[in-house]
């Protein structure tokens, strides 16, 4: 399989902390994205890092790309209630045929 | 707001008794995917449309079906649904071309 490995399954913080977020893959990537879930609703995109970016910021999201280690963070800063859901890394591979590969996902609890 | 709409939300049939989930999409974009996604699962691409050029996975049952009959229009037909098929089925869109993926929030399939 070439589904990508998140880490943690599980995070529960305080709101108001910051929440970091680990996806590693298997291929050669044309980018990354993260997508968030929440509870029984469908994926909504985050932020895209392309393969040869090794940062990215939106708002209070942070991404950070390592190539050479197959890997990805994604650090969200000052959390809230409503960060409540599921987050998905996903990968583009760079074979062109526009097909994304799910990681594991990590649900994020923010305790108010 | 353009958007993807899947109906129904939820879906109950019987074991054996053939079901078909839709989606409609107001982007006008190409390219669209239908995902099976367990609980605690990341999604599983089922297959993908590039317009009416389809694209089975290699893992997709025989079983399941689509259908494309227009751009903003896709069907997902399960012929004989076992209990094993029971769980979130996605559809997304995106652009040809495009990084990003729309979804749609899903229908919860149940199998009694």
């Known amino acids: 399989s070439q589904q990508g490995e998140e880490d943690p399954q599980a995070l529960s913080i305080q709101e108001g902390e910051n929440a970091t977020m680990n996806c590693s893959y298997k291929?050669?990537?044309?980018?990354l994205q993260w997508y968030r879930q929440n509870s029984g609703r469908g994926l909504v995109h985050l932020i895209l890092?392309?393969?040869?970016?090794r940062e990215k910021h939106s708002g209070r999201l942070r991404v950070t790309l390592d190539t050479s280690k197959k890997s990805s963070s994604l650090l969200i800063t000052a959390s809230r209630a409503a960060d409540t859901a599921s987050y998905f890394c996903a990968t583009e591979d760079n074979f062109g045929n526009e097909k994304l590969t799910f990681g594991t996902g990590t649900r994020l609890t923010i305790i108010p | 707001d353009a958007m993807v709409i899947q109906n129904p939300r939820y879906q109950v049939t019987q074991f054996g008794k053939p079901v078909t989930l839709s989606c409609s999409q107001t982007?006008?974009?190409?390219?669209m995917y239908w995902y099976q996604q367990k609980s605690s699962q990341a999604p599983k691409l089922l297959f993908h449309y590039y317009d009416k050029d389809f694209n089975n996975e290699a893992d997709t049952p025989d079983n399941f079906q689509s259908r494309r009959p227009n751009t903003s229009f896709c069907f997902l037909d399960i012929r004989s649904p076992g209990l094993g098929d029971a769980a979130m089925y996605l559809c997304?869109?995106?652009?040809?071309?495009?990084?990003?993926?729309?979804f749609g929030d899903g229908t919860r399939l149940s199998i009694l």
């Open positions: 890092i392309r393969s040869n970016e």
């Open positions: 997304a869109t995106s652009p040809m071309g495009g990084e990003t993926q729309h």
């Open positions: 982007l006008n974009h190409n390219v």
């Open positions: 291929t050669s990537i044309n980018n």
